[in-house]
T-cell receptor, first 120, second 111 residues
C-alpha cells in the first residue's frame, strides 16, 4: 500500500535553533500534503496545507513565519520550525493523498509515522 | 463539513466484537464517513469509509443508518493491537479535503 515517510522520527534541539522535518510520499505523487501537530493526550490539530509549487495555506492561529512549509516536488514537503522554543515541543505528523486518483474521487489519506520534537 | 460526536472511551474484551458509534446528524448528501485510528505514538491509519451503503474490508465493517445521521464501526474480533483512538470524520467528496480530527473514542481491548 501507499507509504508516507517522515524524517526524522525524533529530534532534540536547543531553544532558538531551527528544525526541518521532511515528509515524502514513497510510491505516489501528492500535489497536496497536510501538516498536523499533536500535544500529549490531545487530538491532531491541522496546522497547514502544503501545495506543490505554491504557497502553503495555514490554519487560523498558526504562525506562517514560524512554521515554514516548502513543497518543492510532487513527493516531498518540508516543515521547518524556526527559532524553536520549548512550547513547540510536540508530535508533528504529515499526511498525503494520491494526486493521480483524480479530484472528486474519494481516496484515503496516508499518514507518516510522525516526528517527535523536543526543544530544550 | 459536518461535525461528529463519539463517546470518549470504550472497553472491549479480546476476541469480542467492538462496536464504535458515531453521530453525524448534520451530514449532507455529498459527505462521506471516514474512520481512522491512531495507535499510541504513531501516525493515524485509515480503516474504512462509506457514503450510504454498508462497507466491509479486511479490517472492519462500517454500518451507516438509512438516514445517514449515524454510523457504527465494527471490529469483528478485537485484539490487543486494536487498542487505539478511533476517529470518525465526515468529509465532502470535492477533491483533496483536509481531514479535521475530533477527540475520537479511546478503545481499550483487554485480555
Amino acid at each position: 500500500g501507499a507509504v508516507v515517510s517522515q524524517h526524522p522520527s525524533w529530534v532534540i534541539c536547543k531553544s532558538g535553533t531551527s528544525v526541518k522535518i521532511e515528509c515524502r510520499s514513497l510510491d505516489f505523487q501528492a500535489t497536496t500534503m497536510f501538516w498536523y501537530r499533536q500535544f500529549p493526550k490531545q487530538s491532531l490539530m491541522l496546522m497547514a496545507t502544503s501545495n506543490e509549487g505554491s504557497k502553503a495555506t495555514y490554519e487560523q492561529g498558526v504562525e506562517k513565519d514560524k512554521f515554514l512549509i516548502n513543497h518543492a516536488s510532487l513527493t516531498l514537503s518540508t516543515l521547518t520550525v524556526t527559532s524553536a522554543h520549548p512550547e513547540d515541543s510536540s508530535f508533528y505528523i504529515c499526511s498525503a493523498r494520491d494526486s493521480t486518483a483524480g479530484r472528486g474521487m474519494n481516496t484515503e489519506a496516508f499518514f507518516g509515522q510522525g516526528t517527535r520534537l523536543t526543544v530544550v | 463539513d459536518a461535525k461528529t460526536t463519539q463517546p470518549t472511551s470504550m472497553d472491549c474484551a479480546e476476541g469480542r466484537a467492538a462496536n464504535l458509534p458515531c453521530n453525524h446528524s448534520t451530514i449532507s448528501g455529498n459527505e462521506y464517513v471516514y474512520w481512522y485510528r491512531q495507535i499510541h505514538s504513531q501516525g493515524p491509519q485509515y480503516i474504512i469509509h462509506g457514503l450510504k451503503n454498508n462497507e466491509t474490508n479486511e479490517m472492519a465493517s462500517l454500518i451507516i443508518t438509512e438516514d445517514r445521521k449515524s454510523s457504527t464501526l465494527i471490529l469483528p474480533h478485537a485484539t490487543l493491537r486494536d487498542t487505539a483512538v478511533y476517529y470518525c470524520i465526515v468529509l465532502r467528496d470535492t477533491g483533496f479535503q483536509k481531514l479535521v480530527f475530533g477527540t475520537g473514542t479511546r478503545l481499550l481491548v483487554s485480555p
